[in-house]
């Protein structure tokens, strides 16, 4: 996996724009209780910064797969929820990283982004879930996904293992395309070339499966997309694979360091794509 040949100061012109838009529309700071932190996750000297690019993590309810069932069942508007998997250590590792390889200024903390909150979600050009074969996206929370990404938003959807969550994943794509299906991004896609070569892409299992390196029957990773009419990647959906436990463990010596290259490299070229196409 080789760093392209283009400047980074390439990148940062082409961002320019984008990036003074998001700066002028950035909204206050906001934190919700994790399934994993609770309120414990300590903050970056410089949080109340703002910054040319924010984390827009996506607040969902949970479906008929989710596995925190029982154990947090309170309102997913509050935290506590399947949507927090990671929050906020992932959020924050990964926009530390896309400021050390890019010239993208990146704010230390995240922005939990709820579809149902007014238009908040078009201030955001990137937007994250975790989970996303365990969620229970609504109807009205699909139409303005759909009208999000139709405008030129990118979404990156993580952490789905096995054909059970596969699937239900894939129906509820359905609900926000109809027109259009999930299909293998080709090797050659800029997404994976805008900025580091990917083409040796390698399953990255998360922390609590290295040991058979993956999760429930999802042996092996797959990279897909739904792309637009001009040809534009809207939707990276990563298959067994868990790209967010990579950000959030890559500081930590038990955890393999050739999982974390791949997912913060995949983030990044994610990113910078999201913003450039």
């Known amino acids: 996996m080789q760093l392209r040949r283009i400047t980074r100061a390439g990148i940062a012109l082409a961002l320019l724009g984008v990036g003074y838009a998001q700066r002028g529309f950035q909204h206050n700071f906001r934190e919700y209780p994790s399934v994993e932190y609770g309120r414990s996750a300590p903050l970056p000297s410089d949080w109340q910064k703002p910054g040319e690019w924010t984390f827009a993590r996506l607040m969902f309810p949970g479906g008929p797969l989710d596995g925190y069932r029982g154990r947090f069942d309170g309102p997913w508007q509050q935290g506590l929820s399947l949507w927090t998997q990671d929050y906020p250590k992932a959020d924050r590792d990964f926009a530390a990283s896309l400021r050390r390889l890019t010239r993208v200024d990146a704010r230390s903390v995240e922005q939990p982004v709820n579809l149902e909150n007014g238009d908040e979600v078009y201030d955001y050009p990137w937007v994250y879930a975790v989970q996303v074969g365990e969620w229970g996206l609504t109807e009205k929370q699909g139409a303005k996904l759909r009208d999000y990404l139709m405008r030129g938003g990118f979404f990156m959807a993580d952490d789905c293992h096995g054909s059970e969550e596969e699937a239900y994943f894939t129906r509820t794509m359905k609900m926000v395309f109809p027109e259009r299906d999930l299909v293998d991004i080709p090797d050659n896609d800029p997404a994976f070339h805008v900025l580091f070569d990917l083409n040796d892409r390698i399953q990255v299992p998360g922390a609590e499966h290295l040991n058979t390196g993956y999760k429930k029957d999802g042996r092996v990773a797959h990279w897909k997309g739904i792309y637009d009419d ?48």
Not at 237 to 249: A, C, K, V
Not at 271 to 276: D, E, K, L, R
């Open 230 to 277: 001009k040809g534009r990647l809207m939707v990276a959906f990563s298959l067994n694979s868990d790209i967010g436990d990579s950000w959030e463990y890559y500081d930590s010596p038990w955890y393999p360091l050739k999982y974390s290259e791949m997912g913060i490299k995949l983030g990044v070229n994610y990113v910078i794509y999201g913003m450039t196409h």
